[in-house]
């Protein structure tokens, strides 16, 4: 996926591994973080990752008390962040 993979040493990589809530999901230190517009790109990676016999953890908005829950050493990550959208709904009130 050109332009949605980041490797080690490139700043993106470094942004997004540096972001966690859990400082322990900094240790571990995947082999790249991918960013999916869609659910297209997250098949494509799945089924590569699959093909490869390479470990995946997904991130999404959340956060988790356990190591490994968003991320894996010497894997892909997959970082839904940036899939997620969120709908702005105006009301006056919640309640009638």
């Known amino acids: 996926l050109p332009g949605k993979a980041f490797y080690r040493g490139t700043q993106q990589y ?3 591994h ?9 240790e571990a230190s995947t082999g790249c ?3 999916p517009n ?3 790109d997250v098949t494509k990676t799945v089924k590569a990752m699959k093909a490869s016999n390479v470990r995946l953890a997904i ?5 988790t008390l356990w190591a490994g829950a968003a991320n894996i050493e010497d ?5 839904m962040r ?13 309640y009638p």
């Open 14 to 16: 470094a942004e997004s």
């Open 38 to 40: 869609g659910a297209e």
């Open 75 to 79: 894997g892909v990550t997959i970082d």
């Open 33 to 35: 973080i991918v960013e």
């Open 82 to 94: 940036v899939s997620l959208e969120s709908t702005y709904m105006k009301t006056e009130s919640l």
């Open 18 to 26: 540096n972001s966690y809530f859990a400082a322990f999901e900094n």
């Open 59 to 63: 991130r999404g908005g959340g956060y």
